[in-house]
């Protein structure tokens, strides 16, 4: 299985909700990442988790959480969203070792914020 | 400050030809570059990586160049296919460091 999976493929939510996205891998990667995509931009990487511990927060705002409750999945728990938040939110996994190595990235969660 | 450029948003070919997408970096930290190519709707998928000890490095259709002197990488695909049309994205990496610094992508477009 080399696939990374994310739900839910869309997600309207307004700015008092509180939603999550989830990524779940199989291919025994114990690096995962949060990446974050706006339209016509690179994406931007958000958190690092290596071996279910947060290794990498880029100074996120604190209304965007994440979790990891197993090696195999990754969650992000999002509260109090603003519009500008409103992307394309990609989730990734890698081996482990001390470098960013061939990641594999999930088809993403597009989200909006109303 | 972007330390990974692809100054050609765009670039279009005909079928059977090469495709050539450049990308320059300015980080001499960078010492692992990869591609990633995206369809409408998809996340990145990985296509070919090249380490800094290397200067080409092939895949089937695919090849990567990269000069360090001048701080430049390239993908070539031959021959194009209607199916590579898709952004492309270069991505570099430092040692000891777990992000992907990705480039702002090329639109590729082959046409039949």
């Known amino acids: 299985d080399t696939e990374v999976t994310q739900t839910p493929k869309h997600l309207v939510m307004g700015m008092t909700n509180k939603k999550s996205l989830k990524c779940e891998q199989h291919m025994g990667h114990r690096a995962m990442y949060w990446y974050k995509q706006k339209a016509k931009k690179p994406p931007e990487l958000m958190f690092v988790y290596s071996y279910e511990k947060l290794s990498i927060n880029e100074s996120v705002p604190s209304r965007f959480s994440p979790e990891c409750p197993n090696s195999s999945l990754l969650n992000l728990h999002l509260h109090a969203l603003q519009p500008e938040d409103s992307a394309l939110y990609l989730c990734?996994?890698?081996?482990?070792?001390?470098?960013?190595?061939?990641?594999?990235f999930g088809p993403g969660t597009r989200l909006t914020v109303l | 400050d972007q330390q990974v450029k692809q100054n050609s948003p765009s670039l279009s070919v005909q079928e059977g030809r090469i495709s050539i997408l450049n990308c320059d970096y300015t980080n001499s930290m960078f010492d692992y570059f990869l591609w990633y190519k995206k369809y409408p709707a998809e996340g990145p998928t990985f296509l070919i990586s090249i380490s800094s000890i290397k200067d080409k490095n092939e895949d089937g259709r695919f090849t990567v160049f990269l000069n360090k002197s001048a701080k430049h990488l390239s993908l070539h695909i031959v021959p194009s296919q209607p199916g590579d049309s898709a952004v492309y994205f270069c991505?570099?990496?430092?040692?000891?460091?777990?992000?992907?610094?990705f480039g702002s992508g090329t639109r590729l477009q082959v046409q039949p």
């Open positions: 991505a570099a990496n430092e040692m000891g460091r777990r992000a992907l610094t």
């Open positions: 990734a996994s890698s081996q482990e070792g001390p470098r960013g190595n061939e990641q594999f």
